[in-house]
């Protein structure tokens, strides 16, 4: 092993970890090609890690649910760490060991994938979350440090980085995601089916969103108009014309409804919007 100087040496480290990195570019295009595949096909990606490496983590879903270079379908992609309440309360309750692994058996599906980061390959919490993984169905890839380690075996495949630091083995692990992004575009781009499915499926959840608020609208849009009938008869109570003999509530501007429910907005009128506190 190569002993480099501080600072600049870490230049020199970074490039002598990445010559020998780039001969695991199939495992990370491989990896690109089959996420394209269940994420087309409206699977989902869980990532998780700790530290930087959980940083590492939701870099990629971020990659994946906005994009890495050219416009595309969004897809499903979560980075456990980042539901700070459910880490939190799961971590209070069950233990750290759980913070992951809880959160797998809640979004995880048979087929989906899991990716799991560690420098160091012995985490206990990312262990856990693996062994949850695997009882569910869902595939576990582990980027990791130096090999062997515990989340090498406990995962169903890995890429090892082999560097001397923490530093530069998260520097790897960036390098390697995005590789993966820039392998997953390019099998979207051989099959657009995959990501027009999971843009189709998108949009029919924004058209059934969309056709609620439209409805809700509508619904507002009938409050409105009776808010107008009402103000119509107030101020008609207040001109001296009687509604049905409730001259009273209509000249101070309560604008009643007929089925007795207070009017919203019968302020705009130029009722006191009495109503409105009912």
């Not at 569910?136 to 515990?150: F, H, I, S």
């Not at 560097?163 to 083995?169: D, G, I």
Request: aromatic share 2%; charged share 20%.
């Amino acid at each position: 092993m190569t002993v480099h100087p501080p600072a600049v040496g870490h230049c020199d480290e970074l490039q002598d970890a990445l010559g020998a990195f780039r001969a695991s570019a199939h495992i990370t295009e491989g990896w690109g090609e089959r996420l394209a595949a269940v994420l087309g096909g409206g699977g989902r990606l869980l990532a998780a890690g700790n530290g930087g490496s959980a940083a590492q983590a939701q870099h990629l879903t971020a990659e994946l649910v906005g994009r890495y270079r050219d416009d595309r379908p969004p897809f499903s992609a979560i980075a456990l760490h980042a539901d700070t309440s459910s880490t939190t309360a799961i971590a209070n309750d069950y233990g750290v060991d759980e913070v992951f692994a809880r959160q797998v058996r809640a979004h995880g599906r048979a087929g989906d994938v899991l990716m799991l980061l560690s420098t160091s390959g012995a985490s206990a919490n990312l262990l856990s979350a693996a062994d949850a993984a695997r009882a569910a169905g869902v595939r576990v890839w582990a980027l990791t440090g130096c090999a062997p380690n515990p989340l090498m075996a406990g995962s169903d495949e890995s890429l090892c980085v082999d560097a001397p630091s923490t530093a530069t083995v998260q520097e790897i692990h960036l390098v390697a995601v995005h590789m993966i992004c820039a392998a997953f575009d390019t099998a979207l781009a051989r099959s657009p089916g995959a990501g027009t499915e999971a843009g189709a499926a998108a949009g029919t959840g924004a058209a059934r969103g969309n056709g609620a608020r439209q409805n809700g609208a509508r619904a507002g849009g009938a409050r409105q108009n009776g808010v107008r009938r009402d103000g119509a008869a107030a101020n008609g109570a207040r001109d001296g014309v009687r509604g049905k003999g409730a001259p009273g509530d209509g000249a101070r501007g309560n604008g009643v409804r007929d089925e007795g429910v207070p009017a919203n907005g019968a302020r705009g009128d130029g009722a006191r919007g009495k109503g409105t506190r009912r």
